[in-house]
């Protein structure tokens, strides 16, 4: 493949850090890149409690656990995201409802979500899709009249805003991914927000396997013990070394983005013009941290047709979600609604190759090959 999908960006401090990491005689996680990566987070973008973990879907998992989710509780989540969304409730013992995307963009539809609250509805799950901010005013006074709680999907959205606001900095919890495919990443790896101090010791403990040993590393403890349930979420110290070597580029990442992804949207804006697909729209509270770029197609058969062409001219171009309303495991679970935007963003979105190393030359050749 000439031009694949997604390239790793490397930026040259990783594996001093690594070995830097190994000659502390700590790799097993919460040592010092742990930790520089965690106050990078907080005092960059003000969040009140930052832990890493192995990866996003853990993350998840611990705030499924924070928010005290119970068999039977509903939680209410997009159908067009990642399955870890909704699985981190569901091996709780949740009940998924599902609330279709908006019309004019692939994020949750904030007018559904407040006509699926029954007396069992627990958590809001918005999900940024491609970094872009859902409308999280209206998200929040929900959940404030609701008594819910909400925990923001920030998988895509690193360094991305809200009216001014760091995503991730808004609901009660917000859940981080730097996968390999993200803006920052470590190959696997993940990070959860704790914004609501009523939370904060107990998620520290939950990180911890369910015991105290956080604090006990502090001197706080004279011993630790098992308190609470937990699990092994903790990344080593090879892992954060990793993402810090990335942290600390992530302005040179994110501006070459940025760049990528304007020169796609001028480049086939004439052809949204001339109605062959539509391309994405942001809406005026949201800034763009050019995660993803992709385009609509007007079918499910014309996007078959142009990842099939762009292979042929050696470009990899993928679809993105099935919507999990229609997966496998939930389809008889699902309340039966249909929910028609997921399913266009299900049948017709086509994301384009956009990583750091991709040139300004082969972003020209992309656009050419769709014209």
Not at 25 to 40: A, D, V
Not at 64 to 71: E, F, K, M, T, V
């Amino acid at each position: 493949m000439q031009i694949p999908f997604n390239k790793p960006c490397l930026t040259g401090k990783e594996l001093d850090y690594i070995k830097d990491a190994v000659s502390r005689g700590k790799l097993s996680g919460n040592g010092h890149f742990t930790q520089k990566c965690q106050e990078f987070f907080q005092g960059q973008y003000g969040f009140k409690k930052c832990l890493l973990t192995t990866s996003c879907t853990d993350a998840l998992e611990m705030a499924a656990i924070l928010c005290n989710i119970q068999p039977g509780d509903e939680v209410l989540v997009p159908s067009y995201t990642f399955v870890s969304t909704a699985n981190a409730f569901v091996l709780r013992g949740a009940k998924i409802v599902f609330v279709d995307s908006r019309e004019d963009f692939p994020g949750i539809d904030e007018r559904k979500i407040e006509s699926l609250i029954t007396p069992r509805t627990r958590v809001i799950v918005p999900v940024h899709y491609a970094g872009v901010a859902c409308d999280m005013d209206v998200i929040m006074d929900i959940a404030k009249r609701h008594d819910l709680l909400v925990v923001e999907d920030a998988a895509q959205a690193v360094n991305s805003y809200y009216k001014g606001r760091p995503l991730g900095g808004i609901g009660h919890f917000a859940c981080f991914s730097f996968h390999e495919t993200k803006n920052i990443q470590c190959g696997e790896g993940g990070m959860i927000v704790i914004n609501d101090e009523r939370f904060c010791k107990r998620a520290e403990i939950i990180w911890e396997k369910g015991t105290n040993r956080a604090e006990f590393f502090r001197g706080e403890v004279s011993k630790y013990v098992w308190v609470d349930i937990g699990s092994s979420y903790l990344p080593s110290e090879v892992t954060a070394a990793f993402l810090w070597a990335q942290i600390e580029h992530l302005g040179e990442l994110q501006e070459r983005r940025k760049l990528i992804w304007n020169l796609y949207f001028e480049g086939l804006k004439p052809l949204e013009d001339k109605g062959y697909f539509t391309l994405p729209k942001h809406p005026d509270y949201a800034t763009n941290n050019a995660h993803a770029f992709y385009l609509v197609c007007n079918s499910p058969e014309e996007r078959t047709k142009l990842i099939a062409h762009l292979k042929q001219q050696g470009v990899l171009a993928v679809f993105h979600y099935l919507g999990l309303h229609n997966s496998t495991y939930y389809v008889e679970k699902h309340d039966g609604r249909s929910l028609p935007n997921c399913d266009r963003y299900a049948g017709c979105l086509v994301r384009l190759p956009l990583y750091y190393a991709l040139s300004l030359e082969e972003v020209m050749k992309i656009i050419d090959f769709i014209k």
